[in-house]
C-alpha cells in the first residue's frame, strides 16, 4: 500500500512540476514576444489608447477638416510651461453662418502645460484669455492626452471655463481644445489650437457658439513664446476688447 502511495505521490509531483515549468516557459515567451513587439513598434505613428478611446475618430477627422496638423506618435518631448499665444489669428470656422472669418483676431491665451507623464501621456493644462491686459476667461483641464514624436506634439484636453461680464456675471462652458506645435526652448512654434463645443450648460446670455461647432487658430506670427524669455511678445494693451475663442457676436 505505501509503495502504491508513494508511486502516486510521485507521478502527482512529477506531472505538477511538468505544468508548473510549461506555465513559467509560456509566461517567459509571452513576455519575449511583448518585448520584440515593443521593440518594433514604431512610435512615430499612431495614438495612445487612452486618445483612441477618448477622442472619436471623427472628431479627428473634423479637426483635420477644419485644417489642423495633428501629430501623431507616442514619444513626445517634455512640454512643460507657460506660452502666450499673440495675435490669436482664426484660420478656419465649423459655425454655421459665422460673423468671423479667416484672419480675424481674438483675445489671446496664456497655456499652462505641467504635470506631464510620458509613461502614461498625459499632462495637466489650463487656460487664461486675455484682452486689453484683463483677464476674460480662465479654463481648467481634468487630464489631457498627448501625441507626438520628439518635438512635433498634439494635446488633447476637455476645459471647463468660465467667463467673467463686465456686470459681474459669470457663464460657463465645457470644450474640446486640441493644442499643435513644435516645442522649442523659445516657446511653441507653428502653433495651432482648435476648440469645439461640448456643452454650454443653457447658454443663458446667448454669446456661445453652437453645441459641435468649433473654430481653429494659429499664432499671428506663428511662436507662442515661452514665460522668461527676453523676447516673449506681450499680450497685446489695445482699446475694443477681442472676442473670446468660444463666442459669436453680442
Known amino acids: 500500500m505505501n509503495l502504491i502511495l508513494n508511486l502516486k505521490y510521485n507521478i502527482m509531483k512529477t506531472n505538477s512540476s511538468f505544468y508548473f515549468r510549461n506555465f513559467i516557459l509560456i509566461i517567459a515567451i509571452s513576455l519575449f514576444l511583448f518585448s520584440c513587439k515593443k521593440e518594433n513598434e514604431d512610435l512615430s505613428k499612431g495614438f495612445s489608447d487612452d486618445i483612441e478611446n477618448f477622442v472619436p475618430d471623427s472628431t479627428i477627422q473634423a479637426l483635420r477638416d477644419l485644417g489642423m496638423i495633428i501629430n501623431e506618435g507616442k514619444e513626445p518631448s517634455m512640454l512643460e510651461g507657460a506660452f502666450l499665444a499673440t495675435p490669436y489669428i482664426m484660420l478656419s470656422t465649423s459655425v454655421p453662418d459665422d460673423s468671423y472669418v479667416s484672419g480675424d483676431r481674438f483675445a489671446d491665451y496664456k497655456y499652462y502645460l505641467k504635470n506631464q507623464d510620458n509613461e502614461t501621456l498625459t499632462l495637466e493644462v489650463d487656460t487664461e484669455g486675455i484682452s486689453s491686459g484683463n483677464v476674460f476667461t480662465r479654463s481648467e483641464g481634468n487630464g489631457a492626452f498627448i501625441s507626438g514624436y520628439e518635438e512635433e506634439f498634439t494635446v488633447f484636453v476637455i476645459l471647463e471655463s468660465e467667463r467673467y461680464m463686465s456686470g459681474g456675471d459669470t457663464s460657463f462652458a465645457r470644450t474640446l481644445e486640441v493644442i499643435s506645435g513644435t516645442i522649442a526652448q ?53 482699446n475694443e476688447r477681442l472676442p473670446l475663442i468660444w463666442e459669436h457676436p453680442e
Open 186 to 238: 523659445d516657446g511653441i512654434h507653428n502653433f495651432q489650437a482648435a476648440i469645439l463645443m461640448l456643452d454650454d450648460y443653457g447658454d443663458e446670455f446667448d454669446h456661445y457658439i453652437p453645441i459641435n461647432t468649433g473654430r481653429l487658430f494659429e499664432d499671428g506670427d506663428s511662436i507662442a513664446y515661452r514665460d522668461g524669455f527676453g523676447n516673449m511678445k506681450k499680450s497685446s494693451i489695445i
